[in-house]
């Protein structure tokens, strides 16, 4: 190859790169203005719910309820698109604070045990011993566990969905271990290795019959980049996956580099 074709690749690919940073600050500057007449939506229809229950008129509610939901899950669709754009705009940071892993757990298992147990589901819990303290992002850690439980009980019905967390060593360092189990639905080699893809989920079958996004699981693992932790998955069809994040439980204050690594490589059971 010639010193010229050399560097007109090399300016093709800045120009790709360009193109890609200039897309995801569009998306990032987009889902924040998209977000406030939304929360005000929000706001308004709970503001009325509020004066129909006190004015006796309970024929509105429902109505107004329907308008509380469908918001609500819009906002945590850009929520999701915002998060991920500004982690490709090299925009997102770490705010690192201590706080107790076992209280964090209880606090987070309050808001995800009733979408866990939507489908008919069993949620069990099985804590280690001496969990401690973590000084890592809280807000980013409620939402690696909140994604990976949520999707474990989206994908399982009448089913089991197990969380253990233990306090371990890995690969020399002193992490926490997380460990999502479940009894549903499964998937292939195939489908696993589509997983971390923004927008991407198993296949149209799974998108039609489950909804989503397929953005839950991509920001999942640039999350447990970003805290210098990693994810795992072990899974197959019919028989239920088994996701497994370990990060550090003394997070470093560097934000994510530019260049993210490739995705982990899933494993068959």
Request: aromatic share 4%.
């Amino acid at each position: 190859m010639s010193v010229n074709q050399v560097e007109q690749l090399s300016l093709a690919q800045q120009k790709a790169e360009a193109a890609t940073r200039a897309k995801s600050e569009f998306l990032a500057n987009m889902s924040h203005e998209l977000r406030t007449p939304l929360n005000a939506i929000i706001l308004y229809s709970e503001m009325l719910e509020e004066e129909a229950e006190e004015r006796s008129q309970p024929d509105i509610v429902p109505d107004l309820q329907k308008i509380q939901a469908a918001s609500k899950h819009l906002l945590g669709l850009i929520n999701s698109i915002l998060d991920l754009s500004k982690i490709e705009a090299g925009k997102m940071d770490l705010c690192l604070e201590s706080f107790d892993v076992r209280q964090m757990l209880d606090e987070m298992l309050s808001t995800v045990g009733p979408v866990v147990q939507k489908n008919n589901n069993t949620l069990t819990v099985q804590y280690g011993q001496d969990l401690g303290c973590m000084r890592a992002d809280l807000t980013k850690m409620r939402q690696i566990l909140f994604n990976l439980l949520s999707n474990a009980g989206k994908f399982t019905k009448e089913g089991v969905i197990q969380l253990a967390v233990t306090r371990r060593i890995v690969q020399g360092r002193e992490c926490c271990e997380f460990q999502v189990k479940d009894t549903g639905i499964g998937m292939t080699q195939e489908q696993m290795e589509k997983l971390y893809k923004p927008f991407t989920q198993a296949d149209t079958s799974t998108t039609r019959k489950y909804g989503g996004t397929g953005l839950g699981l991509a920001i999942v693992w640039r999350f447990c980049q970003m805290m210098a932790g990693e994810i795992t998955v072990e899974s197959s069809l019919g028989q239920g996956s088994m996701f497994t994040v370990h990060l550090p439980v003394e997070v470093s204050g560097q934000t994510v580099e530019e260049e993210l690594a490739a995705p982990p490589q899933p494993l068959t059971t």
